[in-house]
């Protein structure tokens, strides 16, 4: 089982090297039939990430589109998370704040970017409200979903050992609702890297998104896509080590990512 195991681990990363490498090709070939304004060379987009890193443009971006993605994606974790478990567990609740939650989390950020500037002013913390307001409905929804898919015989057994609302609801349901809370965890975080480009465009001086933005009136679009790049990378870092730490952390409730 375990040579099992490394053969397909081996050959997942074996696939993953081959179809980076056959993007790169493809990417190079595309870019000699057309001008560098328009798609950068791999190899131009390389250089421009080096002289971004050594003039120090790319540290600074990064660390502060990761501070405000850390603030407010963990923001909508610590509301969202208890808010979802209570709208889910209680009837009058979900139906007193489900017509709101279902009216605000349509609406997308972007939109509230303006008003967010006018109450909080351009500094982060209207950034970070954004964000905040990007993930905490996601949280909130997935939560629900995972306290109403409880198996109701577990519910069952627990009331007729004599356990008390609470503590049902702290030894059965929160729990169980571990697998669609790392989900809606992942979902929300993918929702905090979207948002913060747009809020770092319109009002910021640093961050991948302001970079992006900054690229664009200097015409540089090598710029643009080690902006792009860098968002995905830190994404996809960021994703693994939420998953990795979910898979150290909430073993014991047989979460498996």
């Known amino acids: 089982m375990s040579n099992l195991l490394t053969h397909l681990t081996h050959s997942r990363t074996a696939a993953a090297l081959v179809a980076i490498l056959m ?39 990064i660390f502060a589109s990761l501070a405000r993605i850390s603030s407010g994606w963990g923001l909508g974790l610590i509301i969202g998370i208890p808010l979802g478990i209570m709208m889910g567990s209680s009837v009058i609740i979900g139906r007193f704040l489900e ?26 913390s209207s950034k970070v409200a954004l964000i ?48 669609t809370m790392v989900t809606g965890a992942r979902l929300a975080l993918g929702n905090s890297f979207l948002t913060v480009v747009s809020a770092e465009i319109v009002a910021a001086q640093e961050g991948v998104g302001a970079l992006i933005w900054t690229a664009r009136n200097y015409g ?22 939420l998953r990795w730490a979910a898979d150290i952390l909430l073993k014991r409730y047989n979460h498996t990512s």
């Open 132 to 179: 905040f307001y990007a993930t905490v409905f996601i949280v909130v929804v997935s939560m629900i979903s995972g306290v109403q898919g409880v198996d109701t015989n577990r519910l069952r057994a627990a009331a007729t050992m004599g356990s008390s609302r609470i503590h049902t609801l702290l030894t059965v349901v929160v729990p169980s609702t571990v697998p």
């Open 220 to 241: 540089r679009t090598d710029w643009v896509f080690v902006g792009i790049i860098t968002l995905g990378i830190l994404g996809l870092c960021y994703d693994r080590l």
């Open 23 to 61: 993007s790169l090709v493809i990417w190079e070939l595309l870019s000699r039939q057309v001008s560098p304004l328009f798609l950068p060379s791999p190899l131009s987009t390389f250089q421009a990430a080096i002289e971004l890193w050594q003039d120090g443009t790319l540290v600074h971006s």
């Open 99 to 124: 017509p709101f939650i279902d009216f605000l989390r349509f609406i997308p950020p972007i939109a509230f970017i303006t008003l967010a500037i006018i109450w909080l002013g351009p500094g982060e």
